[in-house]
């Protein structure tokens, strides 16, 4: 179930929400998927580490001139060249390990390619987050522990999202959320010290930034890989699990399409605009296969009609998988690829293609044009399955000679014979495949079904010579198309609105620190009006009255009346309050809009990529796992408003100098690691 109760007496750092974990998350569920993303977890680890010792050991060789040390240095590169090589197969296996997510009540069916989750490393927002409300919007950001707390709980439960709807909508609420964190936390002027790291899913590379776009651009790719593996859990003996699996492919390639339009300059390697193109491919492509399905389900009578329709069924599924499979062999794609999915998509089109043939030779050898039959509408079926007619033959012709049809039916069993065994030896390419037995079970049962259709038409006595069949033109009644779900637009409520109206109490908005003003009534005046949407503003601002004396301005936004915060209300309700004003009077506060022309250019956001040698750094890298305490953090004093100006400033300088190792040169050892993208391709890529 999605919900857990966790039992009394067992303390956990999990999310929970009122004893139960939050819906669409189940950290502690111990199935094959989340074995699987753990392992995944553990290799990542490793290559980061051994990113590390690559850097380090190159800054050496930079550094050194001592030809004795270089020697050693260029050996443990190797070393650490060789080491990478073994976890990114390692990272391949995981890739490939497909079993895991079929459903386990399926014994017939082809198996499907499911995307992985990407990896993160935990966030810390306490601090930075309470810095900012304390120098930003001049509050104590203690206040807003709970609120900050929620929000990490929300993130550490994305980690692990149930493989259903509702873990792609806990997915879509956590997104939902950045969006009021970006605008309240995120200033384009300023960097506010947290970084978000994540993995890429096929390198295991980590990219690090401090704005929220690899956050955002991360959690829509594992929207788009949690659909992949709801369509790949489907039963799709029924159709109601045909429906689902059709469905959640369809938004598969939606979200990811959403996310290649969105996110352009996204610098992870699985998130690349010519990834993303090859991943939408491939979920359509599976939404077909199991649109093709869904038709082959209550059976395919052997009848002429049918048996055309089912061929070009079967080659259209077939032309979706070679057009996936070229986009896995282009260059920038096929290293990283895993050999699993590119030898699956050869494999399936050489399968469909084969099936498609043994339709089309089935109904011309085991149907012949009788008197009863329609001449017209057999040959119009029959001329739209070819693009040219064979030996160039109309198609009644074909239709009318038995020993024509005979001859044409014999060419594309020899096809789908020789497309059948193509696929076996692919099959055998793959040892990942060989753990797949349902796979070998289907590819021998097709082969040895087309083999005794021929033998049954073979005479012993022919020694005619087989023409070619040609191809079969690909056609389906319902193509496979993009969904986008509205789990990618979940509303949610902004958890700091207590902050105020976005429209005002944004980080790019700049204003005075709360000023106390008294205000007494003079002849039953207060001396002003007030205007606008929460919160409201001053206006019509009597200069000589008691308010304008304690230094009330026009424009100024009323915050608060008394003890009562009223950043959210309008008009009316302030004018309620301000009315029960005595003669003793009462306090407001009120804060003036700042100039924001003023302020300094945006800096350049942080970005490090282990796969992109002139922009990584070792500062994301630089946080040990094991040593996050939160206790033994020091917190700085916290300054007065008045000086956070120069805070930002030397905080800005501090935070984004960062040390930049330039690995432009020609590198010194003999090969670099295959797998990870070097700089000499990463133009090509976004």
Same mark, same amino acid.
């Given at each position: 179930m999605t919900d857990t109760l966790i039992p009394n007496g067992i303390k956990t750092d999990?999310?929970?929400?009122?004893?139960?974990?939050?819906?669409?998350?189940?950290?502690?569920?111990?199935?094959?998927?989340?074995?699987?993303?753990?392992?995944?977890?553990?290799?990542?680890?490793?290559?980061?580490?051994?990113?590390?010792?690559?850097?380090?050991? /190159?800054? +050496?060789?930079?550094?050194? $001139?001592?030809?004795? *040390?270089?020697?050693? !240095?260029?050996?443990?590169? &190797?070393?650490?060249?060789?080491?990478?090589?073994?976890?990114? /197969?390692? +990272?391949?296996?995981?890739? $490939?390990?497909?079993? *895991?997510?079929?459903? !386990?009540?399926?014994?017939? &069916?082809?198996?499907l390619i499911p995307l992985g989750l990407k990896e993160t490393k935990e966030v810390d927002f306490s601090v930075p987050l309470k810095d900012f409300i304390l120098e930003?919007?001049?509050?104590?950001?203690?206040?807003?522990?709970?609120?900050?707390?929620?929000?990490?709980?929300?993130?550490?439960?994305?980690?692990t999202p149930s493989r259903n709807e509702s873990g792609v909508e806990l997915l879509g609420k956590y997104l939902g959320q950045l969006s009021f964190l970006e605008t309240r936390f995120f200033s384009p002027t300023r960097q506010i010290g947290i970084?978000?790291?994540?993995?890429?899913?096929?390198?295991?590379?980590?990219?690090?930034?401090?704005?929220?776009?690899?956050?955002?651009?991360?959690?829509?790719?594992?929207?788009?890989?949690?659909?992949?593996?709801?369509?790949?859990?489907?039963?799709?003996?029924?159709?109601?699990?045909?429906?689902?699996?059709?469905?959640?492919f369809q938004k598969s390639a939606g979200v990811l399409h959403y996310l290649k339009e969105t996110f352009t300059h996204t610098p992870s390697y699985d998130m690349s605009p010519a990834m993303l193109s090859m991943l939408i491919r491939l979920m359509l492509a599976q939404a077909q296969e199991c649109?093709?399905?869904?038709?082959?389900?209550?059976?395919?009578?052997?009848?002429?009609?049918?048996?055309?329709?089912?061929?070009?069924?079967?080659?259209?599924?077939?032309e979706t998988y070679s057009q996936v499979y070229q986009s896995m062999t282009?260059?920038?794609?096929?290293?990283?690829?895993?050999?699993?999915?590119?030898?699956?998509?050869?494999?399936?089109?050489?399968?469909?293609?084969?099936?498609?043939?043994?339709f089309v030779s089935t109904a011309l050898l085991d149907h012949q044009l009788s008197p009863s039959d329609d001449e017209d509408k057999q040959e119009k079926a029959l001329s739209q399955v070819y693009d040219t007619m064979p030996d160039l033959h109309s198609p009644l012709d074909i239709l009318k000679n038995k020993e024509e049809r005979r001859r044409i039916g014999k060419a594309h069993l020899q096809r789908a014979i020789m497309g059948h065994e193509e696929a076996i030896r692919t099959h055998a390419l793959c040892r990942h495949l060989h753990k797949l037995d349902i796979m070998s079970d289907i590819l021998q049962a097709s082969h040895k079904r087309s083999l005794a259709k021929f033998e049954q038409?073979?005479?012993?006595?022919?020694?005619?010579?087989?023409?070619?069949?040609?191809?079969?033109?690909?056609?389906?009644?319902?193509?496979?198309?993009?969904?986008?779900?509205?789990?990618?637009?979940?509303?949610?409520?902004?958890?700091?609105?207590?902050?105020?109206?976005?429209?005002?109490?944004?980080?790019?908005?700049?204003?005075?620190?709360?000023?106390?003003?008294r205000l007494k009534l003079q002849d039953r005046d207060l001396g002003f009006t007030l205007k606008g949407e929460p919160p409201v503003q001053i206006q019509s601002l009597n200069p000589h009255c008691f308010a304008a004396a304690e230094g009330l301005r026009e424009g100024d936004y009323?915050?608060?009346?008394?003890?009562?915060?009223?950043?959210?209300?309008?008009?009316?309700?302030?004018?309620?309050?301000?009315?029960?004003?005595?003669?003793?009077?009462?306090?407001?506060?009120?804060?003036?809009?700042?100039?924001n022309s003023s302020q300094p250019m945006p800096t350049k956001s942080a970005t490090y990529s282990g796969g992109l040698p002139k922009t990584y750094s070792m500062i994301c890298l630089a946080h040990n796992e094991d040593e996050k305490n939160p206790k033994a953090r020091k917190v700085a004093k916290k300054p007065s408003f008045l000086s956070w100006g120069l805070k930002n400033k030397l905080k800005s300088s501090s935070t984004l100098s960062l040390p930049n190792a330039d690995y432009s040169g020609a590198q010194p050892w003999n090969r670099p690691c295959p797998t990870f993208p070097g700089s000499s391709n990463d133009s090509a890529l976004y």
């Open positions: 999990v999310p929970v929400e009122n004893g139960y974990f939050k819906k669409g998350c189940n950290p502690f569920a111990q199935t094959g998927r989340s074995k699987l993303q753990n392992e995944r977890a553990l290799v990542n680890q490793q290559i980061i580490k051994q990113m590390r010792m690559r850097a380090g050991a /190159e800054n +050496l060789l930079k550094a050194t $001139s001592n030809n004795k *040390v270089r020697e050693q !240095v260029i050996l443990e590169l &190797s070393y650490v060249n060789s080491d990478l090589q073994l976890l990114m /197969e390692q +990272l391949e296996g995981l890739n $490939s390990s497909v079993e *895991v997510y079929q459903n !386990v009540q399926e014994t017939s &069916s082809i198996p930003h919007y001049s509050e104590d950001g203690s206040n807003f522990q709970d609120q900050i707390d929620d929000l990490m709980d929300l993130r550490q439960a994305c980690r970084f978000f790291t994540w993995y890429d899913s096929f390198t295991g590379v980590p990219v690090c930034q401090q704005n929220l776009s690899l956050e955002k651009a991360s959690l829509v790719f594992n929207m788009a890989a949690l659909y992949s593996q709801v369509g790949t859990r489907s039963n799709r003996q029924t159709q109601a699990g045909l429906e689902e699996a059709i469905t959640a649109l093709f399905e869904q038709i082959a389900l209550p059976g395919i009578r052997n009848e002429f009609f049918n048996l055309l329709k089912m061929a070009q069924e079967a080659a259209k599924v077939a282009q260059n920038h794609i096929k290293d990283n690829v895993p050999f699993f999915w590119t030898t699956m998509c050869q494999l399936k089109t050489s399968h469909y293609k084969s099936l498609a043939h043994y038409y073979d005479k012993e006595d022919e020694f005619t010579d087989y023409m070619i069949a040609p191809d079969i033109v690909s056609k389906t009644d319902k193509k496979a198309e993009m969904e986008l779900p509205a789990a990618t637009k979940v509303k949610v409520t902004d958890l700091f609105q207590r902050l105020g109206p976005l429209s005002v109490f944004s980080a790019k908005q700049r204003w005075t620190a709360p000023r106390t003003i009323l915050v608060a009346v008394g003890d009562t915060d009223c950043k959210w209300m309008g008009v009316s309700d302030v004018m309620k309050l301000l009315k029960e004003v005595d003669e003793k009077g009462v306090d407001i506060k009120v804060v003036s809009m700042l100039d």
